[in-house]
């Protein structure tokens, strides 16, 4: 069932569309604020996985240079490993949906963030979490949430909701908040 879900934060329209592509996960959204978008997934396996203690969680966050219209050329034409910033993207997505997932759950679950399109304005860590929340929300995968995220930025004394990342270069503050309804997870 297509759905989609609006709401205006510092400025700009967030939209939440699920229903749309990647039907066979068992919750997938996208999530655009701008021109950025990002397409997350979550799946979850049927089985538990034997012989673990932990809880097995993956989250894959991909970033794609056709997403800033970059396309590779030459002899290595496959994207490289991933980039700082994608493994920070994927610590920052793990962290908040990590601690609200039972401890005691052994299934297999991996949720996978792509960067669809990026508009060079808007950062799109905020909205893996966001979507990767919203992707844990709808599937069967039991889940403590939701939450949200946002970034903050503190710029001629003021402070400013999700600056864009020419605002964040000037400001005196890179805070990024993640909160359920009842608490800060993060």
Not at 104 to 121: C, G, K, M, P
């Amino acid at each position: 069932m297509k759905q989609s879900f609006e709401c205006e934060i510092g400025g700009r329209t967030l939209t939440i569309d699920t229903g749309r592509v990647a039907e066979q996960a068992n919750g997938a959204v996208t999530v655009r604020y701008g021109d950025t978008v990002v397409l997350v997934t979550a799946c979850i396996s049927q089985e538990p996985r034997t012989g673990v203690d932990f809880l097995p969680l993956t989250i894959d966050y991909e970033e794609r240079l056709y997403a800033a219209g970059k396309i590779p050329g030459g002899f290595i034409r496959r994207e490289g490993r991933p980039s700082q910033e994608a493994i920070l993207a994927s610590r920052l997505t793990d962290r908040p949906l990590r601690s609200l997932i039972p401890k005691e759950w052994r299934n297999d679950i991996q949720v996978i963030i792509t960067v669809l399109s990026a508009d060079l304005e808007n950062d799109s860590d905020i909205l893996a979490v966001i979507g990767g929340s919203a992707a844990l929300s709808i599937s069967e995968i039991p889940f403590g949430g939701p939450v949200s995220a946002v970034r903050l930025g503190y710029i001629a004394d003021e402070f400013v909701v999700n600056p864009t990342l020419a605002q964040l270069e000037s400001s005196l503050l890179d805070l990024i908040v993640v909160s359920s309804k009842q608490a800060i997870v993060m």
